[in-house]
């Protein structure tokens, strides 16, 4: 990490922006990055000075997954206009718009303080993350200006790719992050030269002081794009991203130009194509409207966030010149948006060759977690949002040991609901049941998938979970794991049921503690579905089969 003056600069502008913006929604996003024993020891101070004060005792609450109970508390909140008000603006940031309405609600109507929360509501229904990132005066349903051209480009260099995506290691490790890592050193196994740029500000935007305009991870080049000051609006900060992206394609002179979902990545490398007149490549890989549905209660495809955002990722996939996405459903659901079938490409999740080696002795961290070397273990890996459904996993292993089953589970991973799990663990199971490691890297996942009997893919059936595959399972698998999974179209093309595991109902524990039982206790069928399931992926499913695919794309439209 190399921390620069510029660096500094920028995360001032990128702070000063948060918190004209959002204040609270700021200060969430802090507390959240503070360390759980000083945080819980800060609330404890407040309330022993101020014992009567309703915020501290509702944050509490809610950063320690009692979420109902803070809510329930907020909304019977003594009526000050000042305890109303922050409350409400507090429920706004943690989108619960209806705690935040009915809080509004008890201010005097008419006044400025009721005008301006009226105001903040409706900008946090402005839409998901990137959706608010719009147009400027003139433009049209997803056009960024196409930036001027300093000086001629020059020819593209045969070959050369120039990846543009949200974010990157090391500062970034989940699936969107380990795909594009496996991507690129797939593609230089193939023979392609690529580049990867990420999002403007980043990682300085991210609270990570580090002004290297370049790092080089297993040897390909990441760029970053780094302001000297953020822009407010956010169309401007569009407009810059895609200014200080063609001053990288001047000097690398790419063939082609593949931009990852989300659509502000698709917008930029369509303007760029403007500009230098370079193929561009949409790759899809998710659904980001979707996923936002699944985040808070009360969300329909009704809302115009969701309109909205759903109406820029068609933008983007309908004007790219090939799509490449993640599985058939994923393909079947872009080219029903009006994308020809012939322009829609399939390059799946995939491993590198090193999961699918005999997987490391899983003693040393199981002694490091406190797990017998007999003791059955399931888990899972993920980021723990209410789509993956890890709840139902807890629930099952509660069902299972009601019913005298032994189980351990293993959850790796962080996210959002990890209070809200972790709470609902305590409640239902025994003290050690179900252990939570948090976020680990990537080069770690392997050693933790060593210590499991079964993976597990509790999602729920909301729509972005019928569409979109997840990496994890792919990963388990190569580590010849079996895989129970809830039976969903998407998760359907990777896992065969009783071949490379088991298709479960989502949402029902009794089921799923059936399922795990059962498996738990034939460790030759578990031998026979984890020996299936690794031969599945070693057979089309690596990063250097990936690679070739790409290269092979990129060929067709003559960039390769």
Partial sequence: MRRTPRALILAG??????????????????????????????????????????????????????????????????????????????????????????????????????????AVLARRAAGPAGAAVGRGPGEGPGEVPAPAARRPAGPPVPGRVLHLVTNSPPYRNAGYTVRTLGIVRGQRAAGLDPHVVTRLGFPVAQGVWDGR???????????????????????????????????????????????????????????????????????VRGFLEETWLTQAPGRTPADPAYRRARELETHCMRAADAVITLGEQMRREIVSRGVPPERVHVVPNA????????????????????????????????????????????????????????????????????????????????????????????????????VLDVFAVPRTADRVCRLVTPLKPVEAMACGLPVLASDLPALAELVTDGVHGRLLPPDDPGAWAEALGGLLERPAERRRMGEAARRRVARDRTWSRAGVRTRDIYRMLGAA
């Avoid at 702070?15 to 360390?35: F, K």
């Avoid at 005792?57 to 809610?62: N, P, T």
């Avoid at 063939?255 to 917008?267: E, S, Y």
């Fill in 213 to 283: 305009p370049v790092q080089y991870l297993e040897g390909v080049p990441h760029h970053r794009l780094l302001p000297l000051l953020m822009p407010a609006a956010p169309h401007r900060v569009l407009e810059r991203n895609a200014e200080l992206a063609a001053r990288l394609v001047e000097r690398l002179r790419p063939a082609v130009l593949h931009a990852a979902t989300d659509h502000p990545n698709g917008r930029i490398a369509l303007a760029l194509r403007e500009t230098y007149g370079l193929p561009v490549v949409y790759e």
């Fill in 351 to 450: 491993v590198d060759e090193e999961f699918l080696r005999p997987p490391p002795d899983a003693g040393p961290l199981r002694a490091a977690l406190g797990i017998a070397p007999d003791e059955p273990v399931a888990g899972t890996v993920a980021t723990l949002t209410p789509h993956e459904g890890v709840s139902t996993l807890v629930r099952a292993a509660a069902e299972l040991r009601r019913r005298g089953g032994a189980l351990r589970v293993l959850v790796v991973g962080d996210g959002p609901q990890l209070a809200v799990v972790r709470r609902q663990a305590e409640a239902l199971t025994p003290p050690g049941t179900v252990l939570f490691t948090g976020r680990v890297p990537h080069a770690e996942v392997r050693r933790h998938l060593a």
């Fill in 13 to 118: 502008s990128v702070a000063r922006r948060h918190m004209s913006n959002d204040p609270v929604r700021a200060g969430l996003l802090a507390l959240r990055l503070t360390p759980e024993r000083v945080k819980q020891s800060a609330f404890g101070l407040t309330l022993r000075v101020f014992p009567g004060a309703v915020l501290p005792r509702v944050l509490r609450l809610w950063e320690t997954g009692r979420r109902e109970r803070a809510l329930g508390l907020a909304a019977r909140a003594p009526a000050r206009p000042r305890t109303l008000r922050r409350l409400a603006r507090w429920a706004a940031a943690v989108e619960r718009p209806d705690t935040a309405r009915l809080l509004a609600g008890r201010l005097p109507p008419g006044g400025r303080h009721r005008a301006r929360l009226e």
